[in-house]
């Protein structure tokens, strides 16, 4: 039945009823990977979104709004078209929209109806072979990230969630005042940069004018974080790509705290950006008659249940934001909660009866309307179908149905592995009561009632064609590992011998030359620069490369390092193994870059002990290595020993108990040096990373001798300087 409802050609007029003046703009904001427990007005107590909290309170802020599907494109494809993915898909292909089923979208019928269309920003809709969005609005520019900054005419970098508001006021400053307009602005924030996965800047990059906040804050961690939660899922949901992806971004307290400092930074980039938009809105005179509207194309899971993504049954998954700010509602109705459940599905008919705009048969949403004036309908539903079929050979597909009270859905991919929650009694979804004696009626009516929908709304999804494949263990031993390709040795290739892809630096500095990683200056560097890999971070590692530096030429191999933004978007600090032309006490050194500086000179064997002072315990021969000749450099870290070699010569050993100024865990990189012209080359660059779980020892382990002798420190000392001597130091 609702194959025909689909593919009935289209029902619209313009109902004649409301005249220009009349008709309200509607601005809609649209965010990526955003659940409620981000914004203030949810409850969040720490991220800061006064913009949108005060859309909150002169609007109405929906407490159940949810998705049809939990994933980009699909969500994005339905508020487009007002189906459902499994309605304007086929049963063997549902991710890719049927020509017929995107033919007109709901800004088609706003312009039918004599508004002015934009879109900015995010597009990701998988549409038919060689369809145009640009046909189906007035003003249109997809703006993507894959860089997240773009690189503007003067040379200056702009994050994408600026540029999308930057256009739409651009937008506001060519309406006719004779016309009403319907502007989307489509974020891809608060999407992590998948392919770059340094903590972060790197992750999550927020835009530049919300640099700082909230670091010195302390992030509470996931709620539903407990290991038992996660042991209780089934196995085809703890390797998922949910769970992959957990040790991309969530999986040690460190890594947590950076990037939810830097995923919440993008929120608060977001609302700034509201601001800005909303304060041009007033400016130009519209603010009065334009109805505001803020939404997610999926929730997320924040490291909850041991998940990262959003591909899911689980409330984190379903459950988005969704405010709507229209002035023209009476002040009681203003800054109310409604309970009433709200579908993505539902925005395009409400869009369209804002506009007078008469509502296809075939959407399967229903105007929020009278919901924000004031007036639930009484017939509103009490039920919504929930469904996820995108990337099944990786994702666990899964379809069903949830009421105010219960929530079922099958994995049917999986055995038709059943849940069913009591929403009610246990709102965290965390006893599947599907095998309750007790709820078998429940359970067996809830089955029907989704089989009765999928019939409704397209029909059974054909079988998998592909095997489905798990994304990772449960417990890597490496997380580092998850995704990567190994060789028969373990070791992952870092460089592909002819590009910089997995890297990130300024193409100024950095290239790829004779087959090798190559940096270059000309003298007047002022500052270091940075070529960071971006495929993971590394913890415990056997790294091994050949190195080339001209004469006078300085470099290092950053390890374990700490991006930092504040400086410059490449910079890094963090352990460094020297690469240096003409000094052969500094090359293969440990230095700390930004941090405690020479923690060992070339030859010393050194210990730091838990107050951070350095002490040579032991030593080795210093051997020199020409310039402008390959060499094989090697660093080995386990726990917090660090070890390095150039062509098989030992140049540091050092244990570092400094437990305040070390680091476990960090991004890798090179650097080209301020100083002399040089040129520096890394080629046959490869790492084997090992166990996350090898042990970190004790200082009680490592006595140091009483004689032993202070490293000595960088930069000029007064000519009487004595290193001091470990005895005499701890006596005092």
Not at 619 to 637: I, M
Request: hydrophobic share 35%; with cysteine; charged share 20%.
């Amino acid at each position: 039945m609702c194959r025909l409802l689909v593919t009935v050609s289209l029902l619209y007029v313009f109902s004649g009823q409301l005249a220009a003046a009349e008709r309200p703009n509607i601005v809609f904001f649209f965010t990526d990977d955003q659940t409620t427990s981000t914004l203030g007005c949810y409850g969040n107590p720490v991220v800061q979104t006064p913009n949108i909290d005060a859309m909150a309170a002169r609007g109405t802020r929906f407490e159940n709004a949810f998705v049809s599907q939990a994933i980009c494109w699909v969500s994005r494809t339905t508020i487009l078209s007002g189906l459902t993915g499994r309605s304007y898909g086929t049963p063997d292909n549902p991710e890719q929209a049927r020509p017929d089923a995107v033919q007109t979208l709901y800004s088609d019928l706003l312009r039918e109806g004599g508004y002015r269309t934009g879109y900015f920003g995010k597009w990701h809709a998988k549409m038919p072979a060689g369809y145009r969005p640009q046909d189906h609005f007035d003003e249109f520019e997809a703006i993507g990230r894959n860089p997240y900054y773009k690189k503007q005419a003067d040379g200056s970098l702009r994050h994408e969630t600026e540029l999308i508001v930057d256009r739409g006021i651009e937008f506001l400053k060519s309406q006719p005042a004779d016309q009403p307009f319907a502007l989307n602005m489509w974020f891809n924030a608060c999407h992590a940069e998948d392919s770059d996965r340094r903590p972060g800047i790197g992750h999550f990059p927020w835009p530049q004018a919300v640099d700082g906040m909230y670091e010195d804050t302390v992030i509470a961690p996931p709620r539903l974080n407990d290991p038992t939660i996660f042991e209780q899922q089934p196995n085809f949901l703890k390797t998922t790509i949910n769970r992959e992806r957990f040790f991309w971004r969530w999986n040690t307290p460190e890594k947590y705290q950076t990037n939810m400092r830097a995923y919440y930074r993008m929120v608060s980039g977001i609302d700034g950006a509201i601001g800005r938009f909303t304060a041009a809105l007033k400016e130009a005179g519209l603010a009065e008659n334009t109805i505001i509207v803020y939404s997610a194309d999926n929730g997320y899971h924040m490291g909850n249940r041991g998940f990262a993504g959003k591909w899911s049954h689980y409330e984190e998954a379903l459950r988005v934001p969704m405010i709507i700010a229209d002035p023209r509602v009476p002040q009681e109705e203003r800054g109310k909660v409604a309970d009433s459940i709200a579908l993505n599905l539902d925005l395009p008919a409400t869009f369209l009866d804002w506009g007078g705009v008469t509502v296809p048969q075939r959407y399967q949403g229903h105007s929020l309307r009278k919901i924000v004036a004031g007036a639930t309908p009484s017939d509103w539903r009490t039920e919504t179908f929930h469904e996820h079929f995108a990337v099944r050979n990786r994702i666990p597909a899964f379809e069903g149905v949830r009421n105010a009270r219960f929530k079922y859905v099958r994995y049917f991919d999986h055995g038709n592995h059943e849940f069913l929650h009591n929403l009610q009694s246990d709102p965290d979804e965390l006893t599947n009561l599907a095998a309750d004696p007790a709820h078998q009626t429940v359970l067996e009516s809830m089955r029907r009632r989704t089989d009765e929908r999928v019939a409704e709304l397209g029909g059974p999804l054909d079988p998998l064609k592909q095997p489905f494949t798990a994304s990772t263990t449960p417990y890597p031993e490496a997380s580092a590992n998850v995704g990567a390709r190994l060789d028969n040795d373990g070791f992952v290739s870092l460089f592909d011998g002819k590009t910089l892809r997995h890297w990130s630096g300024d193409s100024a500095y950095w290239s790829v030359e004779d087959g090798a990683i190559t940096g270059v200056t000309d003298g007047s560097l002022k500052m270091n620069q940075f070529l960071t890999w971006t495929d993971s971070t590394i913890r415990n590692f056997d790294l091994r490369v050949q190195v080339k530096v001209t004469a006078g030429g300085n470099s290092g191999i950053q390890y374990r390092g700490r991006s930092r933004p504040e400086i410059g978007l490449d910079v890094v600090s963090g352990y460094q193994c020297d690469v240096v032309a003409d000094n052969p006490n500094y090359n293969g050194m440990l230095y700390e870059e930004r941090g405690r500086r020479i923690l060992s000179h070339t030859g010393e064997k050194v210990v730091v002990d838990p107050a951070g002072h350095a002490w040579i315990v032991g030593n080795f021969p210093v051997q020199e290595f020409p310039a402008d000749t390959w060499h094989d450099y090697r660093v080995l870290v386990e726990g917090n020993h660090h070890q390095h070699w150039i062509d098989g010569q030992p140049t540091a050993d050092l244990w570092d108990f400094d437990e305040t100024g070390r680091a476990l865990e960090g991004v890798l990189a090179v650097q080209v040096h301020v100083g002399p012209a040089m040129k520096i080359q890394y080629k046959d660059f490869e790492i084997k990373h090992l166990s996350d779980s090898l042990p970190i020892a004790n200082f009680a382990d490592h006595a140091i001798p009483p004689q032993s002798v202070g490293v000595r420190p960088q930069g000029k000392l007064p000519k009487n300087w004595q290193p001091p001597i470990y005895a005499e130091a701890v006596s005092n």
